[in-house]
């Protein structure tokens, strides 16, 4: 679904308000220094006006870590 707010908050102190495109895609690079490599962070999503998520993971807390390999 088109134009759906995406927050992105890190435990680095980072964020970003993303909206998803015609598919309902959206996508946040970030380039992480050596010294923040453990970063969480939170992604919530907010329905827009007259939709309802459907299901738990929509509109919900979504946490994904990422490591350096």
Same mark, same amino acid.
């Given at each position: 679904?088109? %134009? @759906?707010? @995406?927050? +992105? &908050? %890190? *435990?680095? %102190? #980072?964020?970003? *308000?993303?909206? *998803?495109?015609?598919?309902?895609? =959206?996508?946040?690079? &970030? #380039?992480?220094? #050596? ?5 969480? =962070? &939170? +992604?919530?999503? &907010?329905?827009? $006006?007259? =939709?309802?998520? +459907? #299901? ?5 807390? +979504?946490?994904?870590?990422?490591? $350096?390999?």
């Amino acid at each position: 679904m088109r %134009g @759906v707010k @995406v927050n +992105i &908050t %890190g *435990t680095d %102190g #980072s964020s970003a *308000t993303l909206s *998803t495109d015609i598919n309902g895609n =959206y996508r946040y690079q &970030t #380039s992480i220094p #050596s010294a923040l490599v453990d970063v969480t =962070y &939170t +992604i919530t999503e &907010t329905d827009l $006006e007259n =939709y309802v998520s +459907i #299901s738990d993971a929509d509109g919900g807390l +979504i946490l994904i870590k990422l490591l $350096e390999l």
